[in-house]
């Protein structure tokens, strides 16, 4: 079945650097979300993707849904504490249930 | 939107006892799911909870182990049966509040935390 991969799987950055997670698919999405999990809480979602080639953006979040759909990264600019934490993307199964990648875990350095 | 509440938070069981995790949903919602979340791993759907009737289990969960009931729209529990170390995770209600064919934003609540010994 459809499966989401996302790499790396930790990132330990320096407060103030940038840093991008990557999502793949195996096949083609027709959507793809974004979900935040600080450490000790629960998944809160971000954003959903649609269309190909879609950049949206979150105050210092970039998000970006590759143009056949298969991809997905989240860049974080000018990183800062309140940034920690594990961040999943997720694609559609079918009409309603989602896979999860195995998300990318950030820690950062004061 | 939709809140979510989920008690217990945590619990800690014994070997071979049973335990029920309620899913309190604050609004009417067309899809209910149960997760479960391994220390420092991602999220795995255990199951869909149907209103009114079975649910549909994902490949490597059964009913016998994971009963889940859901009597209305709002809320649903899930029961780990015959636990042991393993069983030892974080199982996570979530919703769905858009129509068929709509994987719009899923909703978590809290969490329960169990740990077998």
């Known amino acids: 079945g459809q499966q989401v991969m996302q790499i790396p799987q930790y990132q330990h950055v320096q407060e103030g650097e940038d840093f991008t997670t990557y999502c793949n698919s195996s096949t083609t999405l027709s959507n793809i979300q974004w979900y935040k999990q600080r450490p000790g809480g629960h998944p809160v979602f971000l954003i959903q993707?649609?269309?190909?080639?879609e950049v949206k953006k979150q105050k210092r979040l970039t998000f970006q849904f590759g143009e056949a759909k298969k991809n997905s990264s989240l860049h974080i600019t000018a990183t800062q504490t309140t940034d920690v934490g594990t961040y999943f993307c997720a694609g559609p199964v079918n009409d309603y249930k989602l896979s999860f990648g195995a998300g990318t875990t950030v820690t950062v350095r004061a | 939107s939709a809140v979510i509440s989920q008690k217990p938070s945590r619990d800690i069981c014994q070997r071979g006892t049973s335990l029920t995790i309620q899913c309190q949903v604050d609004?009417?919602?067309?899809?209910m799911f149960w997760y479960r979340q391994q220390p420092g791993q991602s999220l795995t759907l255990i199951a869909t909870?149907?209103?009114?009737?079975?649910?549909?289990?994902e490949s490597g969960f059964v009913i016998d182990k994971f009963p889940i009931s859901r009597p209305n729209l709002t809320f649903s529990t899930l029961t780990v049966s015959n636990m042991s170390p393993e069983d030892s995770s974080i199982y996570l209600c979530?919703?769905?509040?858009?129509?068929?064919?709509?994987?719009?934003?899923?909703?978590f609540g809290e969490g329960s935390r169990l740990t077998v010994l």
């Open positions: 609004s009417q919602v067309t899809m």
């Open positions: 993707l649609v269309k190909s080639g």
């Open positions: 909870a149907n209103q009114g009737s079975e649910a549909t289990y």
């Open positions: 979530s919703a769905l509040t858009g129509g068929a064919g709509d994987t719009g934003e899923l909703f």
